[in-house]
Structures are given as C-alpha cells and as structure tokens.
C-alpha cells in the first residue's frame, strides 16, 4: 500500500515535469511544423537546429511586463489563469501510460532512506485507475471552460469579452458529442477504467486478417466525432474562433501578458496532450504494439510485464501520443477558420445525431452480443459503416441548413433596398 | 430538544443575516464574525458528537477531509447567497458543487461526484456565468443596486433556519447516525444484496453477476435498470419532453417566402 504509493508519488513527480518539458519543446515543434508546411524555415539561431528555442521562449516570457488593464476586475483576473491551468494538468492523473508493471525489483541498499524497499508487484503505471475514469475525463473537460470565460470577462475589454463568450458557447456545444462518442466506446468495453478499456483493444481482428482490434477499426465513427471534439475543446484551429486574431486580436487572452499567458499558452498545451494521450488509450490501443508483439510475446501483448516491457509500453504509448499530436498540428496550419454560424450548425445539426446513432449502434451491439446472436467485435464496424450510410441518405431529406440570406439594406452599394438610392436619402 | 444545536442554528441565522448584501451601512464584518463563531460551535459540536460514537476513530483521516470539505462547502454556499456580485455568486457555486463532489468520493460515491461535477459544474453553472455575464457589463463595474440589494433578508432568513433547525434536531435525536464514520462495505454490500436478489430470477441479465469484483459503477447499472426500470424510463420520457419543448419554444417564427429580403429602412 505505502509501497504503491511512493511509487505513484515519483512516477507522478517524474512524469509531471516530463510532460512540462514536452509541452514547451510542442511550442518548437508547432513553429517548425507551420515553417514546413509554409515552406519557411522556422526558428533556427538559438541553439543547434534552433533547439533551445524553448528556452529562449521562456525567459522573454518571464521578462516581459506584467500588464492589468485599469479596467478588469482584479480577483478574477489573477484567478482566470489559475483557473485554466489547474483541470488542464490535472487530466494526466487517469490516462494509462503503462500497463501494469510486475518487477518487485528490490532498490539497493546503499540509498539513503529508501534503500532496501521493494517494488510492490503488479503496480499500475498510471496516477488512478478510478472506476469513473472516462467521466473524470469528461468532468476536466467540463472544468476547462471556466478559466476561458473568466478571463474573457475579468479583462473588461469587448475583444476578450466576444472571444470568452465564444468560447463558452462553442464549448458546450461540443462537450455533447464529445461524451456520447466517449460513451459509446465505454459501453462497448464494459467499463469506464481508461486502463482497462486500453487493455482491451489489445488484439486481432482474427488470425487471418491481422487488423489490430483497435476502437478506431471498430468504430471509427466514433474516433471521427471525438477527434472533431477534442480539436473544439481545445480552442485550436479549425475552431479556434475563441482568439480568431483577424476579428478578436487575441481573443480572451488578449489583454494577457508575461506569465499570466504563458499560463495560458501552457494549459493550451496540456490540454493537447491530454487530448491525444485520451485518444491513443481509448482509440489508438493504448500500449498496443501492433504486429510486433507476436515476435516479442508470441501472442497479444500482456498487460503486466516487468521493467522492460514498462519501457516498451511507455515508448509505444509516448510516439502514439507525438504522432496525433503533429496530425492535431497538421490539421491546424492546414484547415481554414470556420465561420461562427457554420461552428455552430457542424455541432448541433450533424456531430450531435450523429454522436447519438453512434451510441444507440453500440447499445444495439451490447445487446446482441448479449444475447448471444453475435460476438466478434467486427459488427459494431459495419453498424458504423451502415450508419454513415444512412446519414447520407436520410441527410438528403432533411430541411437545409439556414444560410446567410442577402438582405437589402438601405444604403448598401451591393445589396440595395428596391427604391433607395445608394446614399440612403431617398 | 438539543439547546447546543438550537443556539448554534440561531447564530447561524444572525450571520447570514448580517451577511446578505445590503445598500449602505453593511454589517459585512460583523456577520462574518458571527459565521466564524458559528462555524467554530457547530465544529466543537459535531467533534464531541463524534467521539461519542463508538469506531469513529477508525475514519479519523477521512474526518479531516469531512471537515474540510465541508467548511469549504459551507463558506462557499454562504458565499452564493451573500456576496453582493451575481458572477461571484455563480462561481462560489461551482466551489460548493467541487466541496460536495468532495464529499461523495468520502461517501464512496465516485460516480456520484463525477456526475456532479459533469451535470453542475460543467453544464448548469456554465450556463449561469454565461447568462450573467451576457446580463452584466464586463471588468471592474458597479452593479445596479436591484442586484445588489436583498429584498426581504429577515423573512427569508427567518423561513429557511426555522427548516433548518427542525431538521437538525430529527437528524442529530437519539443515537448519532453513521454518516460521519467510514464504512466503505456498508452501501456496496447493500447494493449486491440487491442486485442478486434482483437478478436470481433472470437469465438474460445474468451475465454481469455481481461479485465482489463488481464496481459502484456496475452495481449502480444493475439497480438502475432492474428495480429502477420503471423511474428510469419516465425521467428519460420527462426529458425528451422537456427538450421538446424547449425546441418549440426557441424556434424562430420564420417568416414567409415573399417576406424575406425586405430589410427595414434605418430609422435614423
């Protein structure tokens, strides 16, 4: 019990900085990744490659002024960045980095204070492995909104105001089929502990067709709608109309400056990792070495295994969580900004039913499997399949999206009022 | 009738009524004096009430966490009546709601505290601040004095501490109760018990036995949708009907074919 602890303890401590360190060498990487894709070089003079680029980040953030304007509401405006950086760091604690580890390994005796204490066996390699952890998930994702708002409003300027107010709204909306597709996957697993269901994915679809039983084989779906989600939770671009710099200057952290934005720019970060590292245990398979763990194990990967198999499971875990990290990089120096009205219609008038069919085919397959009428977990593939099938059809028939509407003005150059010169004194 | 509990309700009730936001001449620092003293009674009270309980000393750990979480609890809901500002309010609210999710996972109620957080932080008060904020102007302004004033303060207060008092006295009558001590097997043991009651009788179910293995999540599905069915299904019913209407209500009149396009001329 003690044991478990201390070893959660440093883990937590270890991992905790690690994540700090990679959340500011993400920053290097996003420049480098807008440089490639804009056919630029990028940040390159400080450092060898422009590697302590990060660093140098870090002092002019530290040495810049620390501004308020006359206007905001002080409390808030200290609270604003605490407020966003807490639920953004606080969402490492159930994601499963590494199995179950089973060493027992014995530290030596020489060590001050900790010297011959032994690793307790069979401790997971994860902060909690609660039985509501999807929902803690969900929950941290619900916190996260506040930290936005507040510093939209504690500004008491309208740039930050608009921009908070956005970000409410735009959040709220996208939380709906954020949690059903979360859903729906739990549901499937029959569990909500993030380890377990990661376990789970680890697999084939059959001997014969080596596709890994991955959820995002199974039901991909459901990995569409919680990508699009996660990209809106995070505030990044497509749908990063909370800080649109061509209509909000900077959005809710316009009137921002020194620590207090980095504070925001960290927890932007955080909550990208989060993102990913949630996407890679419920969808990616986890620790899941694919094919490659019929070599090494001669069969499905394990989930205890000793200090080694620990390593290999953080790595493959880790380069999952890089890999969606460049695609959620990718996506952003790729995709045009939405328009407010067109955020708006994506969530409530596609991503919400079609969350919700995504959830009622993974009921249906829980009960059939049930039932016993079906087992292998290849249905629930062509369930999706036929859903997004049937959206298309039944999509053909639905009243059509209010578009904007050309409204003669008075007044208007392009769009006259019928009898109005263009002047407006008639 | 309990004297110690009735005094300690009374100045329960003398804080917050100094405490609720007034125009001029507030007695802010004296009611939160009162509170103090209250709060520090109604402490010694529950700690003396405690050890009179047999085993207590077992959960001692988690009493700390009790009494923390419930003075931050109580403080912040003092806070949601009185503090003279709506946002501020909104946002001791989410305070509360944290203290109380705190005080579930003490419970052994995760799913509880995480649905909490979910339903009310995440959703409900969400919306609040949104609608407050909307309703108020943003930065370091005053706000109207109809916002600012309580209306009846004497009246209310007097309303909700009679209740109060009355339920306290029931809840603290005869033996003390065992919400304060920690017995983790006492609601999962009961919810086995009748989650096999419930499911020796039906095959199709039967799959997910409950064992001993099983979760407050899983135990909480199979109450839910064997003994609970009926309730279940008729708030999912009373939802769809409430979405419903709300849908009907937020729609938009949409004027007629002809009638689109025809801006109206500025007034100016």
Known sequence: MVGTFIFHLIFGLVLFNVLLGIVAYLILLERKTAAWIQDRIGPNRVGPKGLMQPLADGVKFILKEEFMPANADRWLFYLAPIVIITPALCGFAVIPWGGVLAAGTRLPEWLPWIGGWAFPHNVPVMLANPQVGVLVVIAIAGLSIYGVVLAGWASGSKYSFLGGMRAAAQMISYEIPLILSLLSVAVVAGTMRLGTIAQDQVGYFSTVFVLPQWNIFIQPLAFILFVTCIFAEANRTPFDLAECESELVGGYHTEYSSMKFAMFFLAEYSAMITGAAVAVALFLGGWHLPWLDKLLYGGAQPMSTGWAGMFLKLVVFGAKVILFLFFYMWVRWTLPRFRFDQLMNLAWRSLIPLSLGTFLMAGIFVYLRQEGIIEHRGWLLLGNILLVLGALVVGRWLPSTPTNQRVPVAGSRYNKWPGVSSTGNA | ?268
């Open chain 2, 1 to 268: 009738m309990d004297y110690a509990l009735a005094v300690a309700t009374a100045l329960g009730a003398l804080s917050i009524y100094l405490l609720l936001p007034r125009g001029r001449g507030s007695l802010v620092k004296t009611g939160a004096l009162v509170g103090v003293l209250t709060l520090g009674a109604a402490m010694l009270y529950l700690l003396r009430w405690a050890g009179l309980q047999e085993g207590v000393s077992q959960g001692a750990g988690l009493n700390v966490f009790f009494c923390l979480f419930a003075l931050i609890a109580v403080i912040s809901a003092t806070a949601v009546i009185c503090h003279p500002r709506p946002l501020y309010c909104a946002l001791y609210f989410v305070l509360l709601t944290l203290a109380l999710a705190g005080l579930f996972i003490l419970l052994f109620a995760q799913f509880m505290a995480i649905v909490l957080i979910i339903i009310y932080a995440g959703a409900i008060l969400v919306t609040y601040v949104f609608v407050i904020m909307l309703a108020s102007p943003g930065g370091n302004v005053t706000v109207a004095d109809y916002d600012r004033v309580t209306t009846n303060p004497l009246l209310a207060v007097l309303v909700s501490f009679v209740l109060l008092g009355t339920v306290l006295q029931l809840m603290f009558i005869g033996k003390p109760r065992a919400f304060m001590a920690a017995r983790p097997a006492g609601p999962v043991a009961v919810g086995m018990a009748m989650g096999h009651k419930i499911l020796a009788g039906k095959p199709a179910l039967a799959d997910p036995k409950p064992t001993s293995k099983m979760g407050v999540m899983e135990l909480l599905g199979v109450n839910l949708y064997s003994q609970y069915a009926l309730p279940l299904e008729l708030a999912g019913i009373l939802l769809t009907i409430s979405l419903v209407g709300a849908v009907m209500i937020a729609r938009k009149n949409e004027p007629a074919a002809g009638v689109l396009g025809t801006g109206q001329m500025p007034t100016e």
